[in-house]
């Protein structure tokens, strides 16, 4: 019984928060280490001219001679090891300190540094062809700029740009739709980049590719109808501005727990996908005629009132409702035709 608890107990996960670690300036550490070098050097230079008078049969302790050689040599094979310790930093650089498994915190700093040489420069598990593979990249042989990303502790704060793939998803109608985006991101903390998600990368590729359907499944492609109902509504290709804020939103909510900041995000493509898009190019031409028709039919409705108007007020013609109303159709036949009136010349009355 106390297994099947044990067992059932969720397992805490522990998160990482960005600190400032520790480094030494470099050009101090430097000094000290050619310092090391000469001396080691120099020992070993005294320890074999002291052998050589042994040798010579002088009056010289051999074990001296020894002590020294060993020491020498045995230094100059360690100096490597503080040597290791180098490194520098570029503007919106950092570097994560990790010693052992136990992350000691960030360098953010500019400058040349030295630090313990046992901080560890490699700080995912899976290696350069195993990223490239999950992120169908073909890594060259010599190509050594992936490499480089997965196993360096050292982290880019640069904004860097992500373009979105064009993806098939429904809208808010159900309509099927083409539509991609491209994000600006950079990384802010460096501890939950690194230790929060595996490949950080790979994780803002993953999330933007979710969060752009999720918005897009929000909102529909374009209008419905001409009611002010449907037109103050938000859609995806008249408001543009307002979907992006959207979808900027929501990649931030996404991409906070892996230390990534979003600085900006955009529509690239939008369209109709092809099965329909014939079919919604002629709904949108017949919607375009239809308000066409509507605006000169009320156009051609308020001409004719002033016409009628003006009549009557200046007393020009008398009219009884019988020739208002054959009037009223000729002026709105030749307003509202698609082609030139042919006038037809009447010699004769309306009743006969």
Known sequence: MNNHTELDTPVAVHKETERTGKASNGWIALGFTLLGWVVFLATII????????????????PVLSTTLLVIGIAG??????????????????????????????????????????????????ENAEELAAAQNISLKKNDKSVASSVVKSKISLRARTLNGPKLKVNDKNGNPI???DVIVWHVVDTAKAVFDVDHYEQFVSTQSETALRHVASLYAYDHSSDSDEHTSEITLRSNIAEVSEALKKELAERLEPAGIAIDD????????????????????????????????????VSMVDMALKELD???????????????VSNLMVVLCGDNDAQPVINTGTLYS
């Open 178 to 180: 083409e539509i991609a």
């Open 46 to 61: 005294a320890g074999g001219i002291l052998q050589s008078q042994v040798d010579a049969g002088q009056p010289v302790s």
């Open 265 to 300: 995000a955009r529509l690239t493509h939008l369209a109709y996908a092809p099965e329909i898009a014939q079919v919604m190019l002629r709904r949108q031409q017949a919607e375009a005629i239809i308000a066409a028709r509507t605006k000169i039919v009320q156009g051609a």
């Open 76 to 125: 100059l094979c360690l100096m490597p090891i503080p040597t290791a310790g180098f490194f520098t930093l570029q503007p919106n650089e950092a570097r994560v300190l990790v010693l052992f498994g136990e992350y000691r915190g960030t360098i953010k700093r500019t400058g040349f540094y030295w630090a313990n040489p046992f901080y560890s420069r490699r700080l995912q598990g």
């Open 313 to 327: 007020r200046d007393g020009i013609v008398d009219l009884d409702e019988e020739r208002k109303a054959t009037m």
